[in-house]
């Protein structure tokens, strides 16, 4: 596994790119392949229960996390729609830990559109390339961590709003989970890049979505805040971008979630017809490199998608630089000034507003780094931040 961890800063992939599709024929849609595990169906009675509610739980066997017994549990959510979903998280917890054991939340980097990828399936396969740090730098620090999979149970990558209404809800679930003694421990998220946006919408949304929750603090990276931005630099750069794949996932999982509103599939001609059934229900490798040099402008025939109305809402309810929340809980956000995946002006837009509202922030803005550097500048010194407060230490400000 130590082996694993030097891919964890190298091979980090660009999360959170957006890219609306011109008009061409339809096509029949791919079917989602949904989990053939029964145990992450929602129950029938499932809108009965409240948001973080456990709907169900087991323990898994691994020999993967040493010293560390994991749980899975299934809860109660929300998704876009405010429909009741259930989705699941998974808890490593280090053994021999007992009540007032750090829990902190963390988001993964999920750069996929399959349900067999989550998280949850990936802490035990090669997928989730940051397990190294999850386990070297958090469990083993004396943290019980919850891995959520905060893209729901159709794996819609993009739906960021969902996706902090699942962190925060699984949260809730790990807490009043019988098994874990972790009732009155203190709270930290933490997450970059796709799990930076999934953290910061969390973080925007608690105080209203989420009151009960007592965070100490929560700790986001590489935010991928401005989803039209970023939309129009990956999609529509002058040259093909090796990360178009990442932008057209994320908007299947955006046609997924939001069905009607942002509608991919019919508005592509042939050559992205083949694309999208490519990737459809794959993982990072194949999204990655397959998608890797395509360009909008090749996939279809008219004029841009993400300058329609509903499409340009679909984004803007996706970019937590436009949503009114401010966090109540202290911040620590860092973001390389040169990232060409997720811009740094917007985060820093989005900080000076916290700040003007009364918020914690710690703010680091790295001068010469771009998305991959900034994990390695930001991620130590995020660490140190996060276990201060969960140890009770006041929390500094730059504001």
């Not at 299934?74 to 979903?85: E, L, M, V």
């Amino acid at each position: 596994m130590r082996s694993r961890i030097t891919a964890l800063f190298v091979v980090l992939a660009a999360v959170g790119a957006l890219v609306g599709f011109p008009a061409a024929a339809a096509a029949d849609p791919v079917d989602l392949i949904a989990d053939p595990d029964p145990f992450y169906a929602a129950p029938a009675d499932v809108a009965d229960a409240a948001n973080g509610d456990v709907l169900d739980s087991r323990r898994v066997p691994t020999s993967a996390y040493p010293g560390t017994d994991v749980w899975q549990v299934k809860f109660r959510s929300t998704d876009s729609a405010d429909d009741p979903i259930a989705a699941v998280t998974t808890v490593l917890m280090p053994q021999g830990r007992g009540a007032g054991t750090p829990l902190v939340s963390y988001q993964a980097i999920v750069n996929a559109l399959g349900t067999k990828c989550a998280p949850s399936h990936g802490l035990f396969s090669d997928e989730l390339i940051e397990a190294p740090a999850v386990y070297l730098g958090m469990v083993a620090r004396g943290w019980a961590v919850a891995v959520p999979d905060y893209l729901g149970p159709t794996a819609a990558y993009g739906a960021a709003r969902m996706a902090g209404q699942i962190t925060l809800d699984g949260v809730r679930a790990v807490k009043q989970f019988e098994q874990l003694p972790l009732r009155d421990s203190p709270v930290g998220l933490l997450g970059y890049s796709g799990g930076g946006l999934a953290t910061s919408f969390a973080a925007a949304l608690a105080p209203t979505y989420a009151p009960d929750l007592d965070i100490a603090g929560i700790a986001e990276g590489g935010i991928p805040s401005d989803l039209a931005q970023i939309a129009q630099n990956l999609a529509y750069s002058p040259l093909p971008h090796p990360g178009f794949g990442m932008a057209m996932a994320v908007a299947l999982g955006l046609e997924r979630e939001y069905p009607g509103r942002f509608p991919i599939t019919p508005n592509l001609n042939d050559r992205g017809i083949a694309l999208r059934n490519k990737m459809f229900n794959e993982c990072r490798r194949s999204i990655l490199i397959d998608g890797a040099f395509n360009s909008a402008r090749d996939l279809s025939t008219a004029a841009s998608l993400a300058d329609t109305p509903s499409a340009q809402q679909v984004l803007r309810e996706n970019s937590v630089t436009f949503f009114d929340g401010v966090p109540t809980a202290p911040l620590f956000v860092w973001q390389g000034v040169n990232d060409f995946i997720a811009p740094y002006q917007p985060v820093a837009d989005m900080v000076d507003r916290y700040c003007r509202s009364g918020a914690d922030v710690v703010f680091r803005g790295y001068p010469a780094a771009e998305h991959f550097s900034a994990t390695v500048l930001g991620l130590p010194e995020a660490y140190l931040w996060l276990d201060a407060r969960l140890r009770g230490e006041p929390a500094p400000s730059d504001c």
